[in-house]
């Protein structure tokens, strides 16, 4: 009940960050974009990991507050970003099913000017246990705008290959927990491999998520895999406000 108040405080203050997790590609290692990430600037418990309040949030009808912010914040941090960035936000499977979701995008997107087709929408495959109308009416009106979806953590749920029957997924993301075992496990780097496989014949993109070491990135690129993110290439951070950026820019022509 505590954490309840104390999160509707932190949705009307300030309190509440957004990190960013570089997305690379991982033949030359450029940026592609980032990954939003939500964290919580506590006033007495600290900065606060998602996993600390989001269920909280979840159970006290706070998931659209918490998702509108989210998805204001990181279209108006990315607007500010140079042209070929794109952004990827977390989107709850409760928040995409509920009414207005496909408007709030839209109005995300309008507000901040960032161009529809520079916003990845991250889903896991729990939404497609939601699959509901309202779900796949969210999910249509989104994507005709050119918004993009990906499939987060795949593999780890039970309904992955439904989603991707059901669903316009662009993007899929291989777990971590795979990722982490692909180089020392043969059963699981052949495991990747038909991921790889499956992704390149249904042509969508595939991002490796948790590599934390050059092997992995390596084995990753070798079985083809164009993309990645983890520890390796850059952790979670804040990055500058658009007005600190700029200012940073004036300080140093100075
Ligand atoms: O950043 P971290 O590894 O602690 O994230 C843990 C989990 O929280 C991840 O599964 C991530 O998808 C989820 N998460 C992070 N930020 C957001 C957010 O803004 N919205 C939602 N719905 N989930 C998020
Ligand atoms: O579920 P989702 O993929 O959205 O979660 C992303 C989470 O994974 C973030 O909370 C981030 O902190 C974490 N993460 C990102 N890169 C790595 C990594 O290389 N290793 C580990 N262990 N966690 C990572
Ligand atoms: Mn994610
Ligand atoms: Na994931």
């Not at 590609?25 to 989001?54: C, K, M, N, V």
């Not at 009414?99 to 497609?128: C, K, M, Q, Y």
């Amino acid at each position: 009940l505590q954490l309840e108040t104390d999160l509707r405080r932190a949705l009307d203050g300030d309190e509440l960050r957004l990190f960013y997790q570089p997305i690379v590609s991982l033949a030359d290692e450029t940026l592609l974009g980032y990954e939003a990430l939500i964290r919580w600037q506590h006033p007495t418990r600290g900065l606060l990991p998602p996993g600390a309040f989001l269920d909280a949030a979840e159970n006290n009808r706070l998931t659209s507050r918490l998702g509108a912010w989210v998805l204001r914040q990181a279209c108006t941090d990315a607007a500010g970003w140079p042209a070929g960035l794109r952004v990827h936000v977390n989107v709850s499977a409760r928040h995409l099913a509920e009414e207005g979701f496909s408007d709030l995008v839209a109005a995300a997107l309008e507000e901040s000017g960032l161009p529809p087709g520079r916003l990845e929408l991250e889903i896991t495959e729990s939404t497609a246990l939601f699959a509901a109308e309202a779900t796949l009416q969210a999910v249509s009106e989104v994507t005709a705008r050119g918004v993009t979806l990906a499939l987060d953590d795949f593999g780890t749920g039970y309904s992955a290959i439904t989603a991707l029957h059901r669903l316009p997924i662009h993007t899929v993301k291989i777990d971590r927990s795979f990722v982490a075992d692909v180089v020392t496990r043969p059963s699981t780097a052949a495991l990747v491999q038909g991921l790889l496989q499956l992704g390149q014949g249904m042509g969508l993109q595939v991002i490796a998520e948790g590599i934390e070491d050059l092997e992995q990135a390596e084995w990753l690129r070798r079985h083809g895999c164009a993309m990645a993110q983890g520890y390796a290439f850059g952790r979670p951070a804040p990055l500058p406000s658009r007005a600190e950026a700029l200012m940073a820019e004036v300080l140093v022509e100075q």
